[in-house]
């Protein structure tokens, strides 16, 4: 028995056949992705580096907690999980028209293909919704011993610790006038009631007395590398996603005009799968180390 | 089967329309649950930090519990959707063996993020009181 196993294995390295009965352009794929997997991975464990380098580091919830249409509702984990849903019910598309270009069937690649490619821009767009919330949020911060209002960018965040009462009523004597005017408007007392207060006629002592300080949470800028690695991790991710969504529109238009029936096999639609694969295998991680832990 | 265009390549495993249906419902349903499970988890983190005190150790062991959670999700695309748990046991492990480095990579990198905050706490009071956050 046991030669007999022996002969066969070493059957598959004696010329002739595929010892590891795959197509090139497949294995080749594959020795990308595990490429592409470190350089992700190497991206991520700086993230962690730096997370535990620090002695505060932001909490996901107080950070991602919006939802388009839904206003200052605090909803955290919310649409993070609308994303994840969008990236998996993609994959499983991809599987479907992997394995209908396994039976050589055109009009199947071509349905399956098709909504693979509308998930890709589904979730697109939603990131396209998450940078530009983030980026453009306006929300009051305690910096260098002033108020100032900001949203997250690579240079600056306000996701740092809650600042205590006493910081904050010092601050506030020292934050120029434009900047209190803002931060009435955002939230002053009595504002629901006179939407129409003009606070640019109010005097800085006025202004200070309308400020609701306890409802803006004012918090102390978050650590700066915050910023970056969120913008530069999720950005490359959505940098493959685009590119993948590119790929397999171009796979779209090729079974459409034949080029894969003629050659006989889809082999092509295997190797654009496995890259959408991997692009939803490392969305898992992203979500693990930004959302969820 | 006989590739056409590769003749060096066979396909042993090509499964049966309705055996392929069933794998790919099943393992759907099971991502579906498994991230069901991490955000439930995510949302009782959150609601642990909203308390006055949240339990560090209890928050740690939840945490890990969603990264495990989350190999189990990877395991399940790369094994079934990228349909690597059907290739040659030794293609596999040119692919799984490399990835093995991981393990070194994280542990080391975590563990000198770790190291230098302590040292920086220890030598450096300011910074130590500065960025400390403080319990509310």
């Known amino acids: ?293 | 089967m006989q590739h056409p265009a590769f003749e060096e390549v066979t396909f042993h495993h090509h499964t049966d329309d309705a055996t392929f249906k069933k794998k790919v419902k099943n393992t759907t349903i099971l991502l579906s649950i498994l991230t069901i499970v991490e955000l439930a988890i995510g949302l009782i983190i959150y609601n642990m930090h909203k308390g006055d005190a949240p339990n560090e150790l209890l928050v740690l062991m939840f945490k890990g519990m969603v990264c495990i959670l989350t190999l189990a999700k990877a395991y399940y695309i790369v094994s079934v959707f990228m349909h690597l748990g059907d290739e040659i046991r030794n293609m596999i492990m040119t692919i799984v063996v490399p990835l093995l480095l991981f393990v070194w990579f994280i542990a080391a990198f975590i563990w000198d993020g770790n190291s230098y905050k302590n040292l920086r706490n220890k030598y450096d009071a300011h910074y130590k009181e500065s960025t400390m956050p403080t319990k509310h």
């Open chain 1, 1 to 293: 028995m046991a030669t007999t196993a022996a002969v066969q294995q070493t059957k598959w390295w004696t010329g002739g056949k595929s010892p590891f009965n795959l197509e090139y352009g497949k294995l080749m794929m594959w020795y990308f992705l595990m490429s592409d997997a470190f350089t992700f991975g190497a991206f991520l464990i700086s993230y962690g580096s730096i997370r535990f380098s620090q002695n505060f580091w932001p909490d996901p919830n107080v950070v991602f907690n919006a939802f388009p249409g839904a206003g200052h509702a605090n909803l955290p984990l919310a649409f993070v999980s609308v994303m994840t849903f969008i990236l998996i019910i993609s994959s499983v598309t991809m599987v479907l028209a992997v394995h209908a270009g396994h039976n050589n069937d055109k009009q199947g690649v071509i349905k399956w293909l098709f909504w693979t490619i509308i998930g890709g821009a589904a979730f697109l767009g939603c990131q396209a919704w998450e940078w530009h919330h983030l980026i453009t949020g306006e929300h009051a911060v305690l910096v260098d011993g002033q108020l100032d209002i900001v949203g997250q960018t690579t240079r600056i965040n306000p996701w740092g610790d809650l600042a205590s009462q006493t910081d904050v009523a010092a601050a506030i004597q020292n934050t120029p006038r434009e900047t209190l005017v803002r931060l009435a408007e955002m939230g002053g007392h009595g504002h629901e009631g006179a939407a129409h207060t003009n606070f640019a006629s109010l005097s800085n002592a006025e202004l200070i007395k309308a400020i609701d300080l306890e409802g803006l949470h004012i918090r102390e800028n978050g650590p700066v590398a915050f910023g970056g690695y969120f913008y530069g991790i999720t950005g490359f991710h959505g940098f493959h996603v685009f590119s993948g969504v590119i790929i397999n529109i171009i796979m779209l238009i090729m079974t459409q005009k034949d080029v894969f029936a003629r050659r006989g096999h889809y082999l092509m639609i295997e190797k654009t799968g496995l890259y959408w694969h991997f692009v939803d295998l490392v969305w898992v991680f992203v979500f693990l180390c930004f959302y969820l832990i």
